[in-house]
């Protein structure tokens, strides 16, 4: 329960972030964007809310991001227009997302 810890910041080293059932809430911190070695984020089942941050989208080797579409108000375009299988599928499983809900950020 609760928001993931800032401290999560200086893991640097980290490949796979699988992070699900795990209750936590709050906003997905930007911080996730300077883990350069990030390759999966899996949120699902928590209690997360706003919108994804754009700094994923920094990340160079992400290949997979899961997530509950009900977790999310929007997705940024950023995000949207990444390419990658596995982030499509992803943003394809967002049910009830249309071209209103990406941010222009």
């Known amino acids: 329960h609760g928001k993931l810890p800032d401290s999560m910041a200086q893991m640097t080293r980290l490949k796979y972030l699988e992070i699900?059932?795990?209750?936590?809430?709050?906003?997905?911190?930007?911080?996730?964007?300077?883990?350069?070695?990030?390759?999966?984020?899996?949120?699902?089942?928590?209690?997360?809310q706003g919108t994804l941050p754009t700094t994923l989208m920094n990340l160079k080797l992400l290949q997979t991001i899961e997530a509950d579409a009900?977790?999310?108000?929007?997705?940024?375009?950023?995000?949207?227009?990444?390419?990658?299988r596995e982030i499509r599928r992803f943003l394809e499983d967002l049910a009830g997302q249309?071209?209103?809900?990406?941010?222009?950020?």
């Open 20 to 48: 699900d059932y795990n209750h936590f809430s709050g906003c997905v911190p930007d911080y996730l964007g300077k883990l350069h070695r990030l390759m999966r984020v899996k949120l699902n089942a928590n209690e997360f």
């Open 70 to 84: 009900e977790q999310f108000s929007n997705i940024p375009r950023a995000i949207h227009e990444r390419g990658g």
């Open 98 to 105: 249309d071209e209103g809900d990406f941010d222009e950020d």
